[in-house]
């Protein structure tokens, strides 16, 4: 069974950083990209970032792009994101996803599109206030 657990969120002030961890299991990293969402106060859920570990390919959500670094470390099974310079308006809650990826690299090699991914883990609060 696939499964996925984020943590690492909490309350930071504006310009401060956070790391988020998502700690899968049930499957390989290699074989799955993961992405990272957020969905803030009366907003829909957007994409933030995603990694094709696989390739080695990571994209970013271009309101955040320069603020953020994905990466994962295989041993541990774990995704992580890493967030600095945090506004007001990156208050939300934030999800790691999964999904499985074919046999060939595609592009791009990871989607920035919810309806992709089809296994999700709970989220982890991320509020930026002082």
């Known amino acids: 069974q696939l499964q996925l657990v984020e943590s690492g969120g909490g309350l930071v002030q504006p310009g401060g950083s956070l790391r988020l961890s998502c700690v899968v299991s049930?499957?390989?990293?290699?074989?799955?990209?993961i992405g990272w969402f957020r969905q803030g106060p009366g907003k829909e859920r957007e994409a933030v970032s995603c990694?094709?570990?696989?390739?080695?390919?990571?994209y970013y959500a271009y309101s955040m792009k320069g603020r953020l670094t994905i990466s994962s470390d295989n041993a541990k099974n774990a995704v992580y994101l890493q967030m600095n310079s945090l506004r007001p308006e990156d208050t939300a809650v934030y999800f790691c996803?999964?999904?499985?990826?074919?046999?060939?690299?595609?592009?791009?090699?990871?989607?920035?599109?919810?309806?992709?991914?089809?296994?999700w883990g709970q989220g982890t609060q991320v509020t930026v206030s002082s």
């Open positions: 996803a999964a999904y499985r990826m074919g046999p060939t690299a595609t592009e791009p090699a990871c989607y920035m599109f919810q309806s992709e991914y089809d296994s």
């Open positions: 049930g499957f390989t990293l290699t074989n799955y990209a």
């Open positions: 990694i094709s570990v696989r390739e080695d390919i990571t």
